[in-house]
C-alpha cells in the first residue's frame, strides 16, 4: 500500500470506522492526506507518518508524503512566538552588571541638592596645597616650591575621596583647612564636620548664608552603602583628578596670568 493512502483527517485520527467499500470488497477507500497541514515541524510530521504506517501495517516513507509549509515568521515583537524571547532570564541582573571604568575624577565640592558620602580611613585623605582658578573654579594641585612664591593664592587643603547618589564615579570634595594664624572660619569648619558626618551616613551639604556656615541634612531613609572602587588607591584618584591641573613651575599659565603676562 503506497503512504499516499494513509488517512490523516480527523475521522481517521480518532479511529472512526471507515465508509463501506461499494464494491463490497475489502480494499479500503484511497484518501489524500490534507494539501496543508497544520502548523507541525518536520519532526512531528516523521513521528504522525510513522504512526499511521505502524496502525496500516505498512512501511513508512515519509518522501512520498507532502511535509508541512512552515509557519511564517512574524516581525511583530509583541507576537507571542517573539514575546517568549523578550522574559527576563534568570541570570539577567549578571548579564546586565557592568562596571565604570573610571578615568577622570572631579574636584568639587557636592552641591545642595546631592546625598554624598566620604570614604572613611586616613588612608583616603590626602592634605596639601591648592590653587583656585576664581574665573574656572577649577582646583590646582602646586608643588611645595611654589608656594612660598603664592602668598594669599595657595590655600592648605584636604582631599576626601565622595561619592555622590546621583553617580557611581567618586569625586575628590576640597576642604580647607584652618589657617596657620589661628583665626576661626565657620565655613571652612562645618565643611569639614559636614564631611566626617559623611563618613558614615548619606547627607547634604547646604550653604545657610544667615548663619554663616554650612548646614548637613541626614538622608531619612536607610540607604544602601556606596560601592567603592576596588581598584584604584589614593595615588589613582589623586593622578585622575589633576592630570593636566599640576603647578610644577613659574612658567604655568595660571601664574602667568596672576603676573600678568598674558
Known amino acids: 500500500m503506497s503512504l499516499n493512502s494513509l488517512p490523516f483527517d480527523d475521522a481517521a485520527s480518532n479511529g472512526d470506522p471507515a465508509p463501506a467499500n461499494p464494491s463490497g470488497g475489502n480494499h ?12 507541525a515541524t518536520d519532526a512531528e510530521w516523521e513521528a504522525r507518518v510513522e504512526i499511521e504506517a505502524a496502525r496500516l501495517g505498512v512501511v513508512a516513507d515519509s518522501a512520498t508524503i507532502a511535509k508541512p509549509e512552515p509557519a511564517p515568521v ?5 507576537d507571542p512566538s517573539n514575546l517568549a524571547k523578550m522574559k527576563l532570564s534568570q541570570d539577567f541582573a549578571a548579564m546586565a552588571a557592568v562596571k565604570p571604568v573610571i578615568t577622570s575624577v572631579a574636584v568639587r565640592k557636592p552641591n545642595k541638592h546631592e546625598f554624598v558620602r566620604v570614604r572613611p580611613g586616613s588612608v583616603w585623605r590626602f592634605e596639601t596645597g591648592c590653587f583656585v582658578d576664581k574665573d574656572t573654579r577649577e582646583v590646582y594641585m602646586v608643588t611645595p616650591e611654589l608656594w612660598p612664591v603664592m602668598p594669599g593664592d595657595v590655600t592648605p587643603t584636604a582631599l576626601v575621596v565622595a561619592v555622590s547618589r546621583n553617580s557611581p564615579i567618586p569625586f575628590l570634595w576640597p576642604l580647607v583647612l584652618p589657617s596657620s594664624d589661628g583665626r ?3 565655613w571652612h569648619e562645618s565643611g569639614i564636620e559636614a564631611a566626617r558626618l559623611a563618613e558614615s551616613q ?5 550653604a545657610d548664608m544667615s548663619a554663616g556656615c554650612y548646614v548637613p541634612f541626614v538622608a531619612a531613609a536607610k540607604l544602601p552603602e556606596p560601592e567603592w572602587p576596588a581598584d584604584l588607591t589614593m595615588s589613582d584618584f589623586l593622578r585622575l583628578a589633576f592630570q593636566g591641573r599640576f603647578i610644577r613651575d613659574n612658567s604655568h599659565p595660571c601664574l602667568q596670568r596672576l603676573r600678568g603676562e598674558i
Open 202 to 206: 548619606w547627607l547634604r551639604s547646604v
Open 28 to 39: 479500503k477507500p484511497r484518501k489524500t492526506p490534507p494539501a496543508n497541514p497544520k502548523r
Open 74 to 78: 512574524s516581525n511583530d515583537p509583541f
Open 184 to 186: 576661626p572660619n565657620r
